[in-house]
């Protein structure tokens, strides 16, 4: 009943928020009293933009950093907000005023339990950058180095831990009140949510992302990770090499450095695809102010706050997905999606090929400029509707960084299509994931595996064929010399199983 009781009184203030910035307009769509929207009204300003999309990012940025990072991750959701606004909350920035720099000392003496001259021999109190969760300050390493420190700002914490018990709470009651929202899993779309924020605020664990994915590019010249520096790590500071070079989205300059941004864009593609495909674990924020051009070419991530992982299955499915997109096979694709349990059986495989279809012919073999997203995403998501599709919390990430991707692609090269580079990767992954050689590899590994378990497999056997024989169950005499008379009792069937398994070992690896 509190949690209730609070909740209600946040939304009130929320409503009134969004009522000043125009954001409410729509809702006699859904059945809202007009006496609530002629009360609205009065607290609206005059000074607006046009587009509901933009009112809604201007009262997300006033009611707070939740709210933007909420208003970031329903631009992916077109199918809950719809592509016009969709595409509007895109550009919201998560930027905020700094915190003084006393502060960003005051943390860094608390986390590393020294003096911020000892850890450096420079450090400037204003800030580079400043986000919901951080911000960042140049500083020189008492050994020399020049690098960046991230800190966390204060009571960051409670501030994100009671916005999210708000949207939990307001995801729980849609599900019980509106029950054709379920399929759309508010409440898990808002746990995966919670658990990004968690994980962004414990700088140790950014830490080890960078460090992960630094390490899966290791000798790849074309995309570097700075390198963290752990002595000055901790929950809420983290010290990373500094690295510099040109916003990824800067046409002109990456021209006037002599890079070309095709071959720019030919690195991106390839990064991604590496990040996604071969290694399951990607960087899920990656927008121009995250990824810049080194003089020699490279592309340099930072901010390494929130990153996705895909298990091997769900890579496998996704790469046969878009291979049967970019070959134009439909029934492929749509066989995948069924096989993946991304489609309910009982469900027309021949009419989601018809609509697989649908969505595709638009965009095969056109470059990015004449492509538009917004429509696609609005057929794909009617499409699963239609279909009665789940949502798939764990790839909203990867959807959102495919957007991303696009978005840098087009500023680049608007006459390329970054998908149709990335062709060639994966379809060589997938010859090596999953041709003969592939799946015979697959079986030998698992016979092995099977052979590695059999001496815990016996054991367990025997403690069971033990606490039988102490409950007074035996094996019928004829039972035992069918199977080998003359073997002590006990020990005969281990061999057998172990004989079994071998040969069946020796058989598959054959």
């Not at 991303?404 to 149709?420: D, I, S, T």
């Not at 281990?494 to 020796?506: D, E, H, L, Q, R």
């Amino acid at each position: 009943m509190f949690r209730a009781l609070r909740n209600l009184h946040r939304l009130v203030r929320i409503a009134l928020t969004l009522a000043r910035h125009g954001a409410l307009d729509g809702l006699e769509r859904v059945g809202t009293p007009p006496s609530f929207l002629v009360l609205a009204n009065l607290f609206r300003r005059t000074d607006l933009p046009p587009r509901p999309g933009q009112r809604l990012a201007l009262a997300l940025t006033a009611l707070g950093p939740s709210f933007v990072k909420l208003g970031q991750a329903l631009s992916t959701r077109a199918d809950l907000v719809g592509e016009a606004v969709a595409a509007d909350l895109s550009s919201l920035q998560d930027k905020l005023a700094p915190f003084p720099g006393e502060q960003a000392r005051a943390t860094i003496v608390t986390e590393l339990g020294q003096p911020v001259e000892t850890l450096f021999r420079r450090f400037d109190d204003a800030a580079v950058a400043a986000a919901s969760i951080a911000q960042v300050h140049f500083a020189t390493a008492a050994d020399g180095n020049e690098v960046a420190v991230k800190v966390l700002r204060p009571g960051v914490e409670r501030l994100f831990a009671r916005d999210i018990d708000l949207f939990l709470w307001l995801a729980e009651l849609a599900e019980r009140l509106v029950p054709r929202i379920r399929r759309l899993k508010p409440v898990a779309v808002v746990r995966a949510f919670e658990e990004t924020v968690r994980l962004e605020m414990d700088l140790r664990l950014e830490a080890a992302a960078a460090a992960e994915l630094g390490q899966n590019f290791t000798g790849d010249p074309d995309f570097r990770v700075p390198k963290v520096d752990w002595a000055r790590t901790a929950r809420r500071v983290l010290t990373l090499e500094r690295v510099g070079g040109l916003p990824v989205d800067e046409r002109a300059a990456i021209e006037t450095a002599g890079h070309e941004p095709r071959a720019v864009v030919g690195r991106a593609a390839r990064a991604f695809f590496n990040q996604v495909f071969r290694d399951g674990f990607f960087h899920a924020d990656m927008h121009p102010g995250n990824l810049f051009v080194a003089a020699d070419g490279s592309l340099v991530a930072v901010d390494f706050g929130i990153m996705g992982r895909i298990d091997l299955a769900t890579r496998e499915a996704l790469a046969d997905m878009l291979i049967g997109f970019l070959h134009g096979d439909y029934a492929k694709v749509a066989e995948v999606h069924f096989r993946a349990g991304f489609v309910p059986y009982g469900q027309s495989m021949g009419a989601f090929t018809q609509a697989c279809r649908a969505i595709a012919e638009p965009i095969l073999d056109k470059p990015l400029n004449e492509i538009s997203l917004a429509r696609l995403l609005a057929q794909l998501f009617e499409v699963t509707e239609q279909f009665q599709m789940e949502t798939q919390p764990q790839l909203l990430l990867l959807q959102k960084s495919m957007l991303v991707c696009e978005g840098v692609g087009r500023k680049l090269a608007p006459e390329l299509n970054m998908w149709e580079l990335a062709r060639p990767l994966i379809e060589e992954w997938m010859l090596e994931h999953r041709g003969p050689a592939a799946r015979t590899r697959s079986v030998a590994e698992q016979a092995v595996a099977r052979i590695e378990e059999l001496p815990a497999f016996v054991g367990n056997l025997e403690k069971a064929a033990a606490m039988l024989a102490a409950g007074g169950v035996r094996l019928h005499p004829d039972s035992l010399a069918a199977l080998g008379a003359g073997q002590p009792r006990g020990s005969w069937w281990p061999w057998a199983i172990t004989a079994g398994v071998v040969a069946a070992a020796i058989f598959l690896l054959a």
